[in-house]
């Protein structure tokens, strides 16, 4: 069964490591986006799916204000008093348990001391939301055990919050809402900015989602990231200095886009909103086509999307584009593209189940010997949304 091996091996660390049982498990997903990227701070569509991978969390209540965060994947522990959770650079991977813990804090819930113990088997900092999935685990468990009544989506919006203000990346809501709201063999129609979603099933007939990690660390992702976010936000404000009324750039249709292509202050600029304005229509014609089982136009929307990534929006960069060009001639490959923020990370691809192992044994030897790195395949279901888990696994 899904996580038992892993609820197991939780509970038995926590014992290890404070001495007594846990009262509480939870289990937050990472999160995986099939098409939709750099699209959802600026209002548009994003179509991700919640993974079976994900952060594991054993809690345990205390009556004094001592707050313990213990990780299986970090070596740093941290201590602190639950009165005071400012960020501290030193605290490293803590941050996002602190930071979520001062959001509610503030919003006047009620803690006690608390004894946490994290794992989490999704490749860290690979851009398939470990952070996030950190985030909305700790969410979920505060909220939980103080009874205070949160929906999902506004756990999300929690979240991020904690991520813009407090981690200081200017993050969308992607992330934490397909971690929130993912439902099993189903992949999030979110239009991020009325938060209307769908649920739309990921019938992928003889395909399987292959997601490929490129093993190039995500240097600078997060200032980059930021710089693309206020470059957005300059063709916003160029569009409406010349008189458009639009909300978000998402406002902006495809024909209104080459009507205006001029008014923009820069190329860079005029690209950075081609690249938002023409993903946006590529969701939902994606969205469409998977519904009507057509998987190849699908995946050739992924190649679409890559490719405007890396021309307009330039988020990809070099281990990113060498597996792009690599896995769109492999082996049953019908579609591929980077999947997440870019600068390093994972490709995602739709590949003929019976066709998996040529793809990846094609993969390997020509991505190492471009880039000297060694990737790392996983094949990918939708799993569920943030839960509490059982405590109840037989003691072995
Ligand atoms: C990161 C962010 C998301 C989103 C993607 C790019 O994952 O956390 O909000 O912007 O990048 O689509």
């Known amino acids: 069964m899904i996580h038992e091996q892993e609820q197991q091996q939780l509970i038995d660390n926590f014992s290890m490591t404070y001495g007594q049982d846990p009262d509480h498990l939870f289990f937050a997903p990472g999160r995986v986006n099939l098409i939709g990227e750099h699209t959802d701070y600026n209002g ?8 079976t ?38 605290d490293d991977w803590g941050n996002y348990p602190k930071g979520v813990l001062d959001f509610f804090y503030k919003q006047g819930l009620e803690f006690t001391g608390l004894k946490l113990y994290f794992y989490g088997n999704l490749p860290h900092g690979a851009g398939l939301s470990s952070s996030a999935s950190i985030e909305m685990v700790t969410a979920f468990m505060a909220t939980s055990l103080t009874g205070a009544n949160y929906s999902k989506p506004e ?13 200081g990346v200017n993050s969308g ?13 189903h992949a999030l129609f979110l239009n991020t900015h009325s938060l209307a979603y769908e649920h739309v099933p990921l019938h992928l007939g003889n395909y399987s989602l292959v997601i490929t990690n490129s093993n190039k660390r995500r240097g600078l992702a997060d200032s980059k ?6 470059e957005c936000e300059q063709g916003l404000s160029d569009l409406q200095a010349s008189g458009l ?34 993903e946006n229509d590529r969701v939902k014609r994606a969205v469409l086509l998977l519904k009507e089982g057509d998987l190849e136009g699908f995946g050739q929307l992924m190649a679409d999307s890559h ?14 584009d060498a597996l792009f060009d690599i896995q ?16 390093g990370g994972c490709t995602i691809s739709l590949v003929d189940q019976k066709s998996i192992d040529a793809f990846t044994s094609y993969v390997v030897p020509i991505y190492m010997k471009q880039t000297g790195l060694e990737p790392d395949f996983y094949v990918s279901t939708a799993g569920t949304g943030v839960s509490e888990l059982s405590l109840n696994t037989e003691r072995k």
């Open 44 to 51: 548009g569509f994003v179509f991700p799916a919640a993974l």
């Open 53 to 90: 991978m994900g952060t594991y969390l054993a809690v345990k209540q205390t009556n004094d204000q001592t707050l313990h965060l213990v990780s299986a994947n970090f070596n740093q522990q941290i201590t602190c008093s639950i009165n005071d959770l400012s960020y501290r650079k030193d």
């Open 155 to 167: 756990l999300a919006r929690a979240c991020q919050q904690v991520e813009n203000h407090y981690i």
């Open 173 to 185: 809501l992607m992330d934490q809402f397909a971690i929130g709201m993912g439902k099993q063999d």
């Open 225 to 230: 990231y930021n710089e693309r976010r206020s």
């Open 245 to 278: 009324e639009l909300t978000t750039l998402s406002d902006l249709s495809l024909e209104a886009l080459s009507v205006n292509k001029d008014l923009f202050r820069s190329e860079t600029i005029a690209n950075r909103v081609a690249h938002v304005v023409r």
């Open 307 to 320: 490719r405007s990534l890396a021309i307009d929006y330039e988020v990809t960069g070099a281990e990113l």
């Open 328 to 343: 769109i001639g492999a082996p049953g490959c019908i579609g591929t593209r980077m999947t997440g923020a870019g600068f």
